[in-house]
């Protein structure tokens, strides 16, 4: 099913959503992979590797609290991944999903919404929870979003690069349980009364990117489209992404958005930095100030 919920006859008084920082844990990823074409000489400074060149990375999602909705935006990685796949991720640190929601008072069945940027496996993972053998979402109350074209993108026939990233186990039950909607592909179209969505196409497919009302501010989560503080030069993108050239380009055009409008960026992958400002210096767009959502 696909819903355009652009119409503003659904949208309640805008009065600003209340936002909360869920983390749910930290994995490792090759840094030159992360990286690119870009040398470790020069990305190490800002995103240091260990022995085995392995960069750590956050897996930060975003609750909103918006009128009568909870809307959380992606899950994280969960806690099923089978003993086969789990060592190439590292997974470390000590918070998880249940723990960062009841730390503000919330419980997964309070979640109204899941929005999930894409259906890589550290942006999904968590939608979906192992019950013995049963395979379930984890939000029983939830309606899980994303769009028909990422959908099949990763659902009827993924490429060779990707497929590793798209597993089954954390999409087929969010299509078996009825609760999958589709947002209708519409750049800035409105999903809730605070959230706006953009669409970009070089890391994957129609990745989906919210734009948040937040006290007065405009909170940009930039999900992989820079994944990392390190990632703002235009140059430095990940060899994950599907299309490189586009991704800069893509990146360019919502960088010089970001910094004409004041947004605030909020960071999924950034293991140290939750958010950031922007300036333009004479090597481009670069970070203002280092801020976390509650110092806002």
């Given at each position: 099913?696909?819903?355009?919920?652009?119409?503003?006859?659904?949208?309640?008084?805008?009065?600003?959503?209340?936002?909360?920082?869920?983390?749910?844990?930290?994995?490792?990823?090759?840094?030159?992979?992360?990286?690119?074409?870009?040398?470790k000489t020069i990305w190490s400074k800002t995103n240091p590797a260990d022995e085995n060149n392995l960069c750590t990375l956050a897996m930060r999602c975003l609750l909103v609290k918006d009128n009568d909705?909870?809307?959380?935006?992606?899950?994280?990685?969960?806690?099923?991944?089978?003993?086969?796949?789990?060592?190439?991720?590292?997974?470390?640190?000590?918070?998880?999903?249940?723990?960062?929601?009841?730390?503000?008072?919330?419980?997964?069945?309070?979640?109204?919404?899941?929005?999930?940027?894409?259906?890589?496996?550290?942006?999904?993972?968590?939608?979906?929870?192992?019950?013995?053998?049963?395979?379930?979402?984890?939000?029983?109350?939830?309606?899980?979003?994303?769009?028909?074209?990422?959908?099949?993108?990763?659902?009827?026939?993924?490429?060779?690069?990707?497929?590793?990233?798209?597993?089954?186990?954390?999409?087929?039950?969010?299509?078996?349980?009825?609760?999958?909607?589709?947002?209708?592909?519409?750049?800035?179209?409105?999903?809730?009364?605070?959230?706006?969505?953009?669409?970009?196409?070089?890391?994957?497919?129609?990745?989906?990117?919210?734009?948040?009302?937040?006290?007065?501010?405009?909170?940009?989560?930039?999900?992989?489209?820079?994944?990392?503080t390190g990632h703002l030069p235009i140059a430095y993108v990940a060899s994950y992404d599907i299309h490189p050239l586009q991704a800069m380009a893509e990146k360019k055009t919502f960088l010089q958005q970001?910094?004409?409008?004041?947004?605030?960026?909020?960071?999924?992958?950034?293991?140290?930095?939750?958010?950031?400002?922007?300036?333009?210096?004479?090597?481009?767009?670069?970070?203002?100030?280092?801020?976390?959502?509650?110092?806002?």
């Open positions: 099913m696909s819903i355009n919920l652009s119409n503003p006859a659904t949208l309640q008084e805008n009065s600003g959503a209340e936002l909360f920082t869920i983390n749910t844990g930290l994995f490792k990823l090759d840094g030159g992979a992360m990286f690119g074409v870009v040398p909705r909870l809307i959380l935006i992606d899950t994280g990685i969960g806690t099923k991944l089978s003993d086969k796949v789990k060592p190439f991720y590292h997974l470390h640190g000590d918070d998880t999903l249940e723990k960062s929601l009841a730390s503000y008072g919330f419980t997964p069945d309070d979640i109204t919404d899941v929005l999930l940027t894409h259906l890589h496996l550290d942006h999904v993972g968590g939608a979906v929870i192992k019950y013995g053998e049963q395979l379930l979402p984890a939000f029983k109350n939830a309606t899980y979003w994303t769009n028909e074209e990422h959908w099949q993108w990763a659902t009827e026939n993924p490429n060779d690069r990707e497929k590793a990233s798209f597993l089954k186990e954390n999409l087929e039950p969010l299509q078996q349980s009825g609760r999958l909607k589709f947002v209708k592909i519409k750049d800035g179209i409105q999903f809730s009364p605070n959230i706006k969505l953009h669409f970009v196409s070089g890391h994957t497919h129609a990745m989906m990117l919210p734009l948040i009302n937040y006290k007065g501010r405009q909170i940009f989560f930039i999900a992989d489209l820079v994944p990392t970001a910094l004409d409008n004041k947004y605030v960026l909020f960071f999924e992958h950034d293991a140290i930095n939750e958010c950031c400002t922007l300036q333009q210096t004479e090597k481009g767009i670069r970070i203002k100030d280092l801020i976390k959502l509650t110092h806002i």
